[in-house]
């Protein structure tokens, strides 16, 4: 019994631990993703001739607002490793028509912007502009790594443009978003939760059985108290024979 016991505990051991190391085979990979975007800083630019504004510390220009929709997903969901648009809406009141050089995004800690997660992949815009007293939308789809593990980050996005020249950027986005994983909303840490669940009820039932089984042994060793006709044995009847007791029985069997 004690072995089986043993048995089924270290199957539910490994039924724990399987998860864990799940989560930790998926971090490294998620820091390894991380690393090397840090250390290329290549933001993704497509098209040709696309001045890099990464490094510049732009302020916006006078008389250009910007939005940001998500359009049918109001819950701001991104699923890892699957694209997710947005779209960026911007408004020129000035006098100069605005030329739109690209829309670029980065994942930090909410709790912490010094704290990147992952530059996203920028998207340009060849022969954008929007005149002056006119609006424009421009869309942007990005994905963050299928490896990022679920929960809230911060989504910081700007576009960047030029007016006469002289450059600019618009942060249109500095708000929270959700990652949840590919597959559904079933995420690491809740298939740990029931796994462990699972394991503690199936060590509880065990542990109740062992129980039972204890308590029957003990009833069935307690001693049995009858009461009824008593017997006499025959080795006894051989000594007594011929003593007064033999006597007196048989003649109360005459009687």
Not at 103 to 119: E, G, I, T, Y
């Amino acid at each position: 019994m004690a072995m089986i016991n043993f048995r089924v505990f270290f199957l539910a051991l490994l039924l724990l631990a399987s998860p864990l190391l799940q989560v930790a085979r998926c971090q490294l990979e998620s820091e390894a993703d991380v690393a090397e975007a840090v250390e290329g800083g290549d933001l993704g630019i497509v098209g040709e001739d696309v001045q890099d504004f990464s490094d510049g510390n732009f302020g916006p220009a006078p008389g250009v607002e910007t939005v940001c929709v998500f359009p049918k997903n109001s819950a701001k969901l991104v699923v890892a490793g699957e694209e997710t648009e947005l779209l960026v809406g911007m408004e020129n009141v000035g006098e100069s028509p605005v030329n739109v050089i690209a829309v670029k995004a980065s994942v930090h800690l909410p709790f912490d912007h010094r704290m990147l997660v992952q530059n996203l992949t920028a998207q340009a815009f060849n022969n954008a502009s929007v005149p002056p007293s006119a609006q424009a939308t421009f869309p942007y789809i990005f994905a963050v790594s299928k490896y990022l593990q679920p929960g809230t980050f911060d989504l910081v996005g700007t576009i960047v443009y030029d007016i006469d020249q002289h450059p600019y950027q618009n942060t249109f986005y500095n708000g929270t978003i959700e990652v949840i994983e590919a597959g559904g909303f079933l995420s690491v840490e809740s298939v740990f939760l029931v796994t462990l669940g699972i394991a503690l009820l199936v060590l509880f039932g065990l542990w109740l059985h062992g129980q039972f089984q204890r308590i029957s042994k003990k009833t069935k060793r307690a001693t049995k108290v009858e009461v009824g006709t008593g017997t006499t044995d025959a080795s006894l009847d051989e000594w007594l024979q011929g003593t007064a007791y033999t006597q007196s029985a048989s003649k109360l069997k005459k009687k």
